[in-house]
């Protein structure tokens, strides 16, 4: 049973900072490309982050510079540190997982910034 779970979202004031966690089972961890997405109300789910089984990363614009993701495979964990946060970065954070044609999701965690 692959299961992925997302932790670490809470609400924090612009400016301030966050790490995401996103532990995985059931899956061989290292040979999947692990992602971020975030859905923020009333629009759709959008790309923030990735990196590659290899350790390449990607970000999406709005984010560069602010946000880094990485992964532990020892520790079968993909992080998210999310800096200088701003009130447009609100959204329910979810984390993927992929290797060709295969894709599994978390839950999702909830990202609030505001003052």
């Known amino acids: 049973q692959v299961q992925l779970v997302e932790s670490g979202g809470e609400l924090v004031q612009p400016g301030g900072s966050l790490r995401l966690s996103c532990a995985a089972s059931?899956?061989?961890?290292?040979?999947?490309?692990m992602g971020w997405y975030r859905q923020a109300p009333g629009k759709q789910r959008e790309l923030v982050a990735t990196i590659t089984s290899g350790g390449s990363t990607n970000y999406v614009d709005s984010i560069k510079g602010r946000f880094t993701i990485s992964r532990d495979n020892a520790k079968n964990t993909v992080y998210l540190q999310m800096n200088s946060l701003k009130p447009e970065d609100t959204a329910v954070y979810y984390c993927?997982?992929?290797?060709?044609?295969?894709?599994?999701w978390g839950q999702g965690t909830q990202v609030t910034v505001s003052s």
């Open positions: 993927n997982a992929n290797v060709g044609p295969i894709h599994y």
């Open positions: 059931g899956i061989s961890f290292s040979i999947y490309n």
